[in-house]
């Protein structure tokens, strides 16, 4: 009985999911589809979920997706979202290429570092996200992006926890 | 670009190098594809409408779960609170009863007086009712999903309002779904009157579920907390006489107001026809924009 217990878990015949290699893109495309629920907001607080899952894969691994994926993926998050065409795809390429750029100049990192990088990223999104919104036609003052940037900031460790889950289920782990 | 440096393999050279080009044609594509959305916002219309079928039957469907759950919680309220309930309900019911004999008397005065002012009230047939299924979420736009689409008679352009009052303009259209642009929306400039007084005002969107008041004529700031706001009809896209908006808030020349149709608890949506359809393609009174469909 103590020798059972003490053994480790069965190893065998655990290893990565099929399709393992297209789960994180999958599940940022399943992230971008919540906008879809039938939720009424009247504010638009709401995180912006895509783009969550994105820096959640993202910043967990370097290679979650090779990086020009982004710009399909910010295709189908603009046409599900309502953003205007093009501003996703243009955004999350950029994301990727930056993040590359940002890895070969870290030396180590830890997880607060890696919320400061997440929540930089957010305000980067937000305020690309607001001009653009300006030059479409409904110029906001800047204030009114802060609440929902604060919400998406917090929101990101849950994002990152179940991207976390997420990678240890498809691994097999 | 899994590694900075590949090794001496050609192939995961060539490899680096290929997928480096594609990440930045992405990125370049993807600006040009903004720019384009930008300068015609109507240029994706077919691809927008078909992601709106896409996700359509997933709003739809879980429209009924989120209604039924909605619906358990607040009846489950209701019972745990009923005693209470039903004395302030007794309240309310006595005082509404003195409150309709007053609004008996003022609908009859009301159609005296219209009467004899020969107002014609135009009644314009509604060319779809749908329900409000979602809404942009994230975004500093503020959009609405409604169940209904081309295949019901729905065009981009068209005014959609509630029983409360306006909701909108249809701005993207699919076979099952249609966008609408909500008046809180920034870019959605609604040509209106004070139901007090009916001075001419205009109401601009705040992106934050409210609406910024303004009066036309500049003076003294004519708006108080409570004042109702309505649709004068001008530029000829949304029919007069809807109800907007009540004040809630006074600024320095002009009112914060909140619409008076709630998309979140708005069971049902009419879409109309544009009150003067030739006129909503023209007019641009005064600057307004109000009335040029996207």
């Known amino acids: 009985m103590v020798r059972a217990a003490l053994t480790q878990r069965r190893r065998i015949g655990q290893g990565p999911r099929t399709g393992a290699a297209l789960i994180p893109a999958a599940s940022v495309v399943a992230a971008s589809l919540l906008t879809a629920i039938p939720v009424v907001s009247v504010s638009g607080w709401w995180p912006d979920f895509g783009f969550l899952a994105l820096i959640g894969w993202r910043l967990l691994r ?31 390429t950029a994301i990727m290429i930056l993040l590359d750029l940002i890895d070969r100049r870290t030396i180590w990192r830890d997880y607060w570092i890696e919320w400061g990088l997440a929540a930089l990223l957010l305000m980067v999104s937000e305020s690309v996200e607001w001009w653009v919104v300006g030059l479409a036609g409904a110029p906001l003052p800047f204030h009114f992006i802060l609440p929902p940037l604060v919400i998406s900031i917090f929101a990101f460790p849950i994002a990152a926890w179940v991207v976390a889950r997420l990678d240890r289920w498809r691994l097999g782990r | 670009m899994a590694t900075a440096r590949p090794g001496w393999s050609r192939r995961a050279q060539y490899g680096l190098f290929f997928s480096f080009v594609a990440v930045i044609a992405g990125l370049v594509l993807g600006l040009i594809m903004l720019a384009v959305s930008l300068v015609s916002p109507s240029a994706y219309a077919g691809a927008r409408g078909a992601a709106l079928d896409a996700t359509a039957p997933i709003s739809s469907a879980l429209h009924q779960v989120t209604a039924t759950v909605e619906g358990l919680v607040g009846g489950a309220g209701d019972y745990w609170d009923a005693a209470h309930q039903n004395a302030a309900l007794k309240r309310e019911r006595r005082a509404m009863l003195q ?19 020969q107002l014609r009230e135009r009644s314009t047939a509604a060319v779809a009712s749908g329900r409000i299924v979602g809404s942009s979420l994230s975004s500093p736009r503020r959009f609405a999903i409604l169940s209904v689409g081309s295949k019901d008679g729905v065009r981009a352009g068209m005014p959609v309002r509630a ?11 699919g076979n099952l779904a249609s966008r609408v642009l909500l008046i809180s929306d920034r870019s959605n400039i609604v040509p209106a009157r004070m139901l007090r007084g009916g001075q001419p005002v205009i109401s601009t969107g705040r992106g934050d579920g409210t609406v910024d008041l303004r009066p036309l004529e500049v003076g003294r700031n004519p708006f108080r907390p409570g004042d109702i706001v309505i649709t004068s009809g001008t530029g000829g896209l949304y029919p007069p006489l809807v109800p907007i908006a009540r004040v809630v808030r006074l600024d320095d020349d002009g009112a914060i107001a909140i619409p008076l149709a709630d998309p979140a608890n708005a069971s049902f949506a009419l879409v109309e026809q544009p009150y003067e359809p030739a006129a909503s393609v023209n007019e641009t009174e005064g600057g307004l924009t109000a009335a040029v469909p996207r």
Do not use: C, F, H
């Open chain 2, 163 to 173: 029983a409360d009052g306006l909701i909108g303009r249809v701005v993207d259209v």
């Open chain 2, 99 to 117: 409150r309709m004999v007053e609004a008996k008397a003022i609908l009859q005065e009301n159609r005296q007086l219209k009467a004899a002012l």
């Open chain 1, 62 to 92: 370097s290679d979650p997706w090779p990086a020009w994926w982004a710009a399909p993926l910010g295709l189908v998050n603009d046409l599900i979202t309502g953003a205007p065409i093009g501003l996703s795809v243009a955004l999350w």
